[in-house]
C-alpha cells in the first residue's frame, strides 16, 4: 500500500511541477507581452512626436513645444511623462497628474516677448526667487494642467535646481548626428524631477529620446518620454497567478529596475541597486543563484534564459528581451504555492492511512485474542478433557480397571473428528485388551481347576 501510495504521489508531483513551469511561462510571457507593447507604443509616440517637431513646430519656442506635448495628451491619452528640451536649458515637462503635470524650465537670461508661459513664469517671482535664480543659473516653477480647458493655473516657483543639458537622456541623444538620429532609450538613472507631478520623489527609470538638428546639422533640441519603475510595479503585479509569486526585472548587468513587491529600487544613500542587493527574500536568493552562475564575473542574465531553476523551495525562470532596452524578467513562485493543496491532501491521506493502519491492527489484535480465548475453551472442553479421561482410562486399564471406559462408550463421543478417531481407536484397543484380560483371566481360572482336579485324583490314588 505504501509503495503504490509513493508511486501515485511521485506521478502527481511531476505533473504539478510541469504544471508550475507552464504556469510561470503564461506569467513571462504575458509580462513580457506587455512591456514590450509598452516600449513599441512608445518607439511609436516618438516618431510621431519627431514628424510634430520637425513639421509643425517652432523648436525654439515654449509655447510651441508645451501645446504639441498637450494636443498628445488630449487627442491619444498618453500618460507618460513628456519632456521637450533645447540646447540653451530651456525645458518644457508635461504629464497626466492630479499634481503638478506641468513643469517649466528656464535659464536666467531666457528671453522670448512672445512666450507667454515665460512671462507668466516670472511675474510674479519675489526679489529672493530672482535672486536664487541667478545664482544656481536656471529657474522652475509648476503648474496644475487643466485638460478641460487646455491651460495651467499659476506657476509656482520651485526651489530646485535642473539642467537638460547635463541629464543622462539629454547627453545621450546629443551623440548623434543627422545621419543616424534615432530613438534611443538610456541606462537606468535616476530622476532629477521625479514623477507624476511630485518633483521631490526619488524615482528610477529610463527615457526614450531623439534628437532634432537645425539646417546646419548642429543638435538644438531633444524630445524624451520617461518610463519609470514605478509605474511597472502595477504592471508586474497584475499578472501574478498565485498566492506567494514574485516578479522583477533588471538589466543584462542585473541593475533592479522594476518589482511586482513594494520593495524600494533605491538605497538609503539614493543609490540604485543590484537585485542581489534587494531587501526582498525572494529577489535577493533567485538573484544569488544566478549570479554564481558567473564566477568570474562580467554579468550577462540574458544568457541565462530558457531554463527552470529550483532554489530554496523557489520555482523560478528567466526570460530576456531580445530589442532594446534588453530588460531580463525573473519569475517564479515557492514550490508550495503549486503543490500546497496537493501536500494538505497527501498529509491528510496519510493521517487517514495511518489512522486506519491503527484501527486494522486494533481490530486484528482484538480478533486474534477472541480467536485464541474461544480455542483455548474448545481446546479444552474437546480435546483437553476428552484426552484426560482417555489417560484416566488407561492409567485404570493398566490396573485392570475397565469401569471408566464402559462409561465413556455409553457417552456421545467427541465432536473433533481426529479426537474421535483416536477415541475409537482406543476404544478397539481397550476392548481387544480386556478381552484379552478377560480371556487370560479364564484360561488362567481353567487351568487353576485342572491342576486341583489333578491334585486330587492323586490324592485318592494314594
Known sequence: MAFSNNASTTATRAAVEVLADKIQQVQVSLAMETITSLI????DHVLDMRKVFTVYSNQSEMDAALYALAN????????LNMLFATVSDACVFLQKSENYGLTLVLPPEYRDPQCEICRRQRQNWTDAEWEWTRRNNVSISAAVWNETLWDYGRLEYQNVSYR??????????????PTNARIQFTEPYLYALGTRGNLTLVVSGITATYPFFDTL?????????????????DTLAKYLQTPNA???????????VGSSSNESLIDFAGNMIFANQSMNAQTRATSELLWSQFPSGGIDLSLLGGKLWDHEGL???????????????????????????FDAVLADLDLQLGNNLRIMIGVSSTVFAVVVLIS????????????????????????????AYKSMRKSNGNFIREI??????????IAKFAASVRGSTSTRLSEDVSFMKRNKIASTKK
Open 72 to 79: 498628445e495628451i488630449k487627442f491619444t491619452n498618453f500618460p
Open 217 to 233: 546639422g548642429q543638435l538644438s533640441a531633444v524630445y524624451g518620454v520617461d518610463i519609470s519603475f514605478e509605474d511597472l510595479h
Open 315 to 341: 520555482s523560478f525562470q528567466l526570460r530576456a528581451m531580445s530589442d532594446a532596452p534588453h530588460f531580463v524578467i525573473i519569475n517564479g513562485a515557492p514550490k508550495s504555492d503549486y503543490t500546497g493543496e
Open 164 to 177: 537638460a543639458t547635463l541629464r543622462p537622456w539629454f547627453k545621450q541623444a546629443a551623440l548623434l548626428t
Open 420 to 429: 474421535a478417531t483416536m477415541e475409537q481407536v482406543f476404544f478397539v484397543m
Open 246 to 256: 514574485f516578479m522583477y526585472i533588471t538589466t543584462k548587468e542585473g541593475l533592479l
Open 40 to 43: 513599441d507604443d512608445i518607439s
Open 376 to 403: 483455548c475453551i474448545l481446546a479444552r472442553f474437546y480435546v483437553t478433557i476428552p484426552l484426560a479421561h482417555i489417560t484416566r482410562i488407561i492409567e485404570d486399564a493398566a490396573h485392570f480397571d475397565f469401569t
